[in-house]
């Protein structure tokens, strides 16, 4: 799939910017706090509904201005889309081709960006939140299931740890204790089956960026032991869940983690190890997507020629462009040896929330 438009108004530094994007190789170039890096925020909201850069919206729409509006239209092999996202009165909104009762998660399903900046180290080496969610991510683009079940596992979370708080009965518990772990079994064997494609995918590609480390490993840890359902987990856990006053067995609590054999933790690793092991964290998740898609995802790359070296930088953009997917890269400046193996079908000069297009 691929953006062939991205109008953006009101977000960070940009008052109203409409976009014409290539296919291919787009490029933004242009000095620091030019808007670059906002341009990939507005792509990235309308997959994700939230930023790779802050938590809270109110950052992202543009200092006393309302409302923050994106518009894309999406092509994929057999049709054109027309995406909205529209944030008032602190209010998230989406139209779906002309449909303003769309659903958030209907316009998340119908545009598919990943991106790497300067930030997804911390996909390595931060909380297990950032991972769950990548992991997600991608769960939710091949399990057309996905959104609804996770709401209702999500309802089911709160009640649970509600009534753990109010030191509520046993029976009562047991009601949400079943409801939990009904909701979640689909959704762990949902997450297992895409750990096993994601896993196959990312293997090679860490042992070619990172030979120097070993063999590379992938641990996936569901969030309970899954040799018994959800539901007698919980009931194991209860007198320790109600001493803490949360739930500690579930989904929530998912995790996943990098090993290598002379590297066994991610603290054992340089900044740039774990920058190339989100990259191929990255080009994994453009791989499973395009298997079971068959297409690919739009691909954001924030700074990359300042993010990695000379040889890394060249084997990860070929990676991609050989891929065929769109690619939306930033930068202060394109290094010329890597502008003539790659030439961009597209280039905006970003200044001051302004893009002039150059090529
Ligand atoms: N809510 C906001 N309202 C207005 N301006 C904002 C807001 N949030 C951020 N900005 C400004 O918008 C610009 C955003 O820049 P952005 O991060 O996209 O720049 P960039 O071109 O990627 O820069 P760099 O090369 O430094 O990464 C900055 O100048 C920033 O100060
Ligand atoms: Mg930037």
Not at 121 to 143: N, P, T
Not at 242 to 266: E, I, Y
Not at 278 to 298: H, K, M
Request: glycine content about 8%.
């Amino acid at each position: 799939m691929h953006l062939t438009e991205l109008h953006i108004q009101n977000l960070r530094n940009i008052e109203a910017e409409q976009l014409v994007l290539a296919p291919g190789l787009n490029l933004f170039v242009g000095p620091n706090g030019a808007g670059k890096t906002s341009v990939l925020e507005a792509a990235y909201l309308l997959s994700h509904g939230g930023s790779f850069r802050t938590h809270q919206a109110e950052h992202l729409q543009r200092r006393g201005a309302e409302p923050l509006a994106l518009f894309a239209q999406v092509r994929t092999d057999s049709l054109t889309r027309r995406l909205g996202l529209l944030r008032q009165g602190g209010r998230w909104t989406a139209k779906l081709d002309g449909d303003a009762s769309a659903k958030l998660t209907d316009l998340f399903a119908a545009c598919a960006v990943v991106c790497f900046e300067p930030g997804s180290h911390a996909l390595i080496s931060g909380s297990a939140d950032g991972r769950r969610g990548f992991l997600d991510w991608g769960v939710f683009h091949v399990e057309p299931d996905f959104a609804p079940r996770m709401r209702r596992y999500r309802r089911a979370l709160r009640q649970r740890n509600a009534l753990l708080k109010q030191a509520a009965g046993d029976d009562e518990l047991l009601i949400w204790d079943e409801e939990l772990s009904q909701a979640a079994e689909p959704l762990a064997t949902a997450r297992e089956a895409y750990m096993a494609r994601f896993e196959r995918e990312l293997i090679p590609l860490l042992d070619g960026y990172l030979p120097e480390l070993g063999g590379a490993s992938l641990r996936f840890r569901p969030g309970w032991n899954r040799t018994t359902p959800l539901g007698e987990a919980l009931k194991e856990a209860r007198s320790r869940d109600r001493a803490l006053g949360h739930t500690t067995r579930g989904l929530h609590r998912a995790d996943w983690n990098l090993g290598f054999a002379k590297a066994p933790s991610h603290e054992q690793l340089s900044r740039g190890q774990e920058k190339l092991c989100a990259i191929a964290c990255v080009l994994a998740q453009v791989s499973v997507y395009r298997s079971v898609r068959g297409e690919d995802p739009v691909i954001a790359f924030d700074d990359l020629c300042s993010e990695l070296d000379a040889t890394h930088q060249a084997a990860a953009l070929a990676a991609l462009i050989e891929s065929g997917a769109q690619i939306l890269l930033t930068g202060t400046e394109i290094p010329s040896a890597l502008f003539e193996r790659f030439p961009a079908q597209r280039m905006f000069h970003v200044e001051q929330g302004r893009m002039r297009e150059v090529l």
